[in-house]
């Protein structure tokens, strides 16, 4: 074809033809009309994503400001009725971990493709400790007759979760999702299997303080008696981070003259129902939420007069065997993770790396691998999730840098909405694949997760089997082992 008919063709989308045939004329429109569409198609797919990334970053811009000076129901009211539908939110969240938005991000840069590369030989090197963990893992009951999604995700798979426990509870009055939703009978449980965990002072909950102001004159006057500070209140039935459900009582002074801040802030958290609104998991668990009865938790400090900022790590435990470590909050920020491999990477240095998870490595939390705290963070998040029987659910945990042997387990989440990046689908993939195959030995102790106490020795002389380097407190070995 000649160059005047190629340049005709782009201008008008015809061409003539030397021989006049009409059929290989209008055969030849046809296929200029397809491949027009096609490119058309393409042009409006990439012009979409270039809008949806943008509109990504206003979201997570109004979002993170708002949640500085809106509280909870005004965040909700201004996503979901002003500017970001929470249908927006839920997709943004969604597609940061589904399998296309995955692949676009690794073709988006060299960076990008080799941190990926990366993530997926750390999955195929994990994969033969997971099929030996899934036989040797006792799957409490309540949690095995999940619905496997149509399309595995790691957002799918905690969707189906919170459908199959509030079909648990409707069905059978099954609570077991209270393990994580209710934080004081989450800390009952750690509690009572001897778990290291932050201590806390007094709980105040339905049915025994039936009124929030016959709780509210008591607790003040257990706060100012401390002596050691800070001191926090935890919301009982409130666990979606964004819901400003923590009160942290800065010294003696805070509780005396803001007073009335504080009380104004529990009155909001008693009235208030959890709603994960940016997640497409928001209407089981929401609905699960709405079953609790209000309650606070005084909390005590961890490790008093410390001279370092802790870090929270997040742990993701699946079948019994942690996969990563999520840094999520610290002296450095948060946005690391940590894996089984010793490498530790970060992906907050700017927008673009964060947005293509061109990772990097963080030498401001090395020391955490470096100063061997990871050995005593595996095994006590493991071991509380098999002292759950649960197949996949994210431990917490507070480590302090120059004491390996000070870190405690601060909460749990059977829905984590920490952002995994690469790793997303693997571990959904490895979650599943327990489920297909049903190789775990499936246990009914006969009551809930949440009170499936072995007693508070259990952890210390059971499972750490009195190692120093593993347990909270020695003196249980002291005593289960003394003479009679």
């Not at 339905?206 to 607790?219: D, S």
């Not at 061109?358 to 470096?370: F, K, R, S, T």
Request: aromatic residues 12%; glycine residues 6%; neutral net charge.
């Amino acid at each position: 074809m000649s160059l005047d008919k190629i340049r005709l063709l782009f201008t008008t989308g015809r061409v003539q033809t030397d021989s006049g045939n009409d059929s290989k004329h209008r055969k030849f429109e046809a296929q200029t009309i397809i491949w027009k569409s096609v490119a058309c198609g393409i042009r409006a797919f990439v012009l979409m994503m270039f809008l949806f990334v943008v509109l990504s970053f206003v979201s997570a811009m109004i979002h993170e400001k708002s949640k500085k000076y809106m509280s909870m129901r005004q965040q909700e009211q201004y996503a979901n009725q002003l500017i970001l539908p929470a249908y927006f939110d839920q997709a943004k969240h969604y597609l940061s971990q589904a399998p296309l938005g995955l692949k676009l991000r690794k073709m988006s840069s060299k960076e990008s493709w080799e941190d990926a590369e990366h993530a997926e030989r750390y999955f195929e090197s994990q994969l033969p400790h997971y099929e030996k963990a899934i036989k040797e893992f006792k799957l409490h009951a309540h949690f095995a007759n999940i619905e496997l999604p149509s399309t595995v995700t790691f957002h799918d798979m905690i969707r189906a979760r919170g459908e199959m426990l509030l079909k648990n509870l409707n069905e059978h009055g099954w609570q077991d999702f209270r393990i994580e939703k209710d934080k004081c009978a989450m800390f009952e449980f750690l509690k009572n299997n001897g778990l290291p965990h932050v201590s806390w002072m007094k709980v105040y909950r339905e049915p025994e303080y039936q009124k929030l102001y016959k709780i509210l004159p008591e607790m003040k006057e257990l706060i100012i008696k401390q002596t050691e500070f800070p001191v926090f209140i935890k919301s009982c039935h409130i666990t979606t981070g964004a819901a400003k459900s923590v009160k942290k009582i800065s010294d003696k002074g805070a509780a005396i003259y803001h007073w009335d801040e504080i009380k104004t802030w529990a009155r909001d958290m008693w009235e208030y129902k959890s709603n994960d609104w940016e997640r497409v998991w928001a209407k089981p668990f929401n609905e699960l939420c709405s079953r609790l009865s209000p309650g606070f938790m005084i909390q005590k400090p961890w490790k008093a007069g410390r001279g370092e900022y802790p870090e929270e790590i997040k742990i993701e435990v699946l079948w019994g065997r942690a996969y990563l470590a999520f840094v999520s909050t610290g002296s450095c920020g948060g946005d690391t993770i940590i894996l089984r491999d010793g490498s530790v990477t970060r992906y907050t240095d700017s927008l673009v790396q964060n947005v293509l998870h061109q990772g990097v490595p963080d030498p401001c939390y090395q020391w955490i691998v470096d100063e061997g705290h990871l050995p005593r963070v595996w095994f006590m998040a493991e071991a509380a999730a098999k002292l759950m029987g649960i197949d996949a659910i994210r431990i917490d945990v507070f480590v302090l840098k120059g004491d390996p042997s000070a870190s405690v387990i601060n909460e749990d989440s059977l829905s984590s909405g920490a952002e995994y990046r690469w790793h997303f689908q693997s571990m959904a993939e490895i979650w599943a694949m327990g489920h297909q195959e049903k190789k775990y030995t499936l246990v009914n102790p006969g009551v809930d997760s949440f009170e499936w106490f072995r007693g508070k020795d259990y952890y210390t002389t059971q499972i750490a089997k009195c190692n120093r380097t593993l347990v909270a407190d020695y003196s249980l070995c002291e005593r289960a082992y003394a003479p009679l």
